[in-house]
């Protein structure tokens, strides 16, 4: 009997031009571990590295956080898990980290890279859910609360990035935008339930869009004739609408594009139900003199959160809040444009 034959190495993808455009070709930056150099010229770039997220105002989170040693820290939003590592390191020793997620795809890879720090154990606790169970977490992980929590309201590059997930239209792929992809209703499936009144309101409320009217009866039109099921065909909806407005019309077509994807999916996400119940939530999730930073990146979460923390502080809930918000520095936007956005708010809970 002879033995059988060994197996081929399998080859990466062949991918047209000199480098790699489509996010899954990008296999250096898929594996940071291995090209770090070639990983470090995308940074230098100004760029991310496709699958990964560069956090944003870490230093600025640090100074109103101030972690110290054997504190309990809660970050609300895991995502690659850059602030948390920060976070980790900064409460050892002694310190505990809790971090939550709604990712199923994201949080795994995550939880691993932060075990990998080489930390204790039982220095960090990781659950899968939204930002809506945070006191729920916290009272079964630090009964007494925390004294640390952190929230960054953005979506994580990775999940933006990957077109399979549906939240960009730089790449065409299904018209998705659930952070849980397990679970809820597509972007695709939220537009065949909504009338254009409903769509109206919810381009409004979740992004300001000045045209929403216009707009939503163009959108439920198409999508009548031929569902919009995948990015690229809601775009190029959107940009041939656009184009029918008046020139005074606010911004470009691709503005008026990003305001209709981030309405959509806040609106598949529940984002702002989830904010809600957080910023209700929150002082009763802190210790005495316990301190929350929440990194937002556009205005409807931005008002949300100054309101919530403005009420807190008048109630004596609160005894110290910021008065305005914390911008990354123009270095920073240099270095990485997403930053641009942020804004950091925090509150510090009275004793």
Do not use: W
């Not at 470009?252 to 981030?262: E, K, M, N, P, W």
């Amino acid at each position: 009997m002879t033995d059988p034959a060994p197996e081929k190495p399998k080859r990466r993808p062949r991918y047209r031009g000199k480098n790699p455009r489509h996010f899954d070709e990008k296999y250096k930056e898929h594996q940071p571990e291995r090209y770090a150099d070639d990983v470090a010229k995308v940074i230098a770039s100004g760029k991310t590295p496709a699958g990964t997220h560069r956090p944003v105002l870490v230093r600025e989170i640090l100074e109103v956080l101030a972690p110290k040693p054997g504190d309990v820290a809660v970050d609300c939003t895991l995502g690659y898990g850059g602030h948390a590592a920060e976070l980790l390191t900064a409460v050892q020793p002694g310190g505990r980290l809790l971090g939550i997620d709604a990712d199923p795809i994201e949080l795994p890879k995550t939880e691993a890279r932060l075990r990998g720090l080489g930390f204790p154990p039982d220095s960090l606790v990781v659950r899968r859910t939204n930002y809506a169970g945070v006191a729920q977490f916290i009272a079964a992980e630090s009964p007494g609360g925390v004294d640390l929590l952190l929230a960054d309201l953005g979506v994580s590059s990775m999940q933006v990035d990957d077109p399979a997930r549906g939240f960009s239209f730089k790449a065409d792929g299904p018209l998705d935008m659930r952070m849980n992809p397990l679970r809820g209703t597509t972007a695709s499936a939220l537009l065949s339930k909504l009338d254009e009144d409903g769509l109206a309101q919810l381009l409004t409320d979740n992004a300001d869009e000045p045209r929403a009217g216009e707009l939503s009866h163009q959108i439920l039109r198409a999508h009548a004739r031929t569902p919009l099921d995948t990015t690229q065909s809601l775009a190029d909806v959107v940009h041939a609408a656009f184009a029918r407005l008046p020139r005074h019309s606010s911004g470009t077509a691709d503005d008026a594009v990003r305001r209709i994807f981030q309405a959509l999916r806040i609106a598949v996400n529940d984002e702002f139900g989830a904010l809600a119940a957080l910023l209700r939530n929150l002082p009763f999730c802190l210790k005495p003199g316990g301190r929350a930073a929440i990194l937002t990146f556009h205005s409807g979460e931005d008002r949300r959160v100054k309101l919530a923390f403005r009420d807190g502080l008048r109630s004596g809930v609160y005894t110290s809040i910021a008065e305005e918000v914390l911008r990354a520095s123009a270095e920073e936007q240099r270095a990485n444009p997403r930053s641009s956005s942020a804004k950091l708010r925090f509150a510090i809970r009275g004793s």
